[in-house]
Each structure stands twice: as C-alpha cells, then as structure tokens.
C-alpha cells in the first residue's frame, strides 16, 4: 500500500538515513507493537494533529523512541514534511482519517524495520 511512498523516501538523503537501531528493537520487543502503535497516536494527536504548532518543525526528537525515528524516516514528523511528502495542508486540524493514516504509515515502517 505505501511502497511507492516508500520508494520515494529512500530516495531522500535526509529520510533514508533513519534506521531503527537495536536499543529501539529492544523497546519494541518489551513494550510490544500494540503499546508502540498507541504511542504513534498519542504523538499525532498531541504534536502533528492540531492546525496551530508553536514549535512546528521542532517537536519530533530525532533520536529517543521508535515513532520519533519512524516520524522522520516517513516525513510525518512536522506539517511541513507531511505537506510536502503527504500534500495534507498545514493550517487545518488533522482528521481522524487523516491521523489514522499518518499512524498506519508510521506503524508500517516500524514493522518493516523490526523484522
């Protein structure tokens, strides 16, 4: 389903260098894919969701957590990025259809990376 945005991605310099490393696999093997998956919701809704971001383009850490990781390797990470590469415009509230697909992409990755 996202394989040609994935295509897209790992032409992308700055994307492809996003990799999930053992220390975040050992997070996902204590805490589980469903615990993993409901954090993706949590950081959508709380920091990428709303039309106004005071810190957009600086509230996903590069490092620290396997959705960060995966928010910059997919460019949901910020609403220019998801403007850019998903062309969801800024300035709106994301829709929860819109939210659930920034989450199953997010997710998407992750398992890829996981395996």
Same mark, same amino acid.
């Given at each position: ?28 093997? +204590?805490k589980g894919?469903?615990? &993993? !998956?409901?954090?993706? =919701? ?6 990428? *969701?709303?039309? /106004? ?22 460019? +949901?990470?910020?609403?220019?990025? &998801? !403007?850019?590469?998903? =062309?969801?415009?800024?300035?709106i509230?994301? *829709?929860?259809? /819109? ?17």
């Amino acid at each position: 389903m996202y394989e040609e945005l994935f295509f897209r991605l790992s032409k992308s310099k700055f994307r492809s260098k996003f990799k999930l490393k053992d220390k975040e696999k050992a997070y996902i093997d +204590t805490k589980g894919l469903d615990i &993993i !998956e409901s954090h993706a =919701k949590d950081f959508i809704s709380k920091r990428i *969701s709303p039309a /106004q971001i005071p810190n957009d383009g600086k509230q996903t850490p590069m490092r620290g957590h396997p959705v960060f990781i995966a928010q910059h390797a997919t460019a +949901t990470c910020c609403r220019g990025c &998801i !403007e850019k590469w998903h =062309k969801i415009p800024k300035g709106i509230d994301l *829709s929860d259809d /819109q939210q659930e697909y920034l989450v199953n992409l997010i997710m998407e990755w992750i398992k890829k990376q996981y395996k």
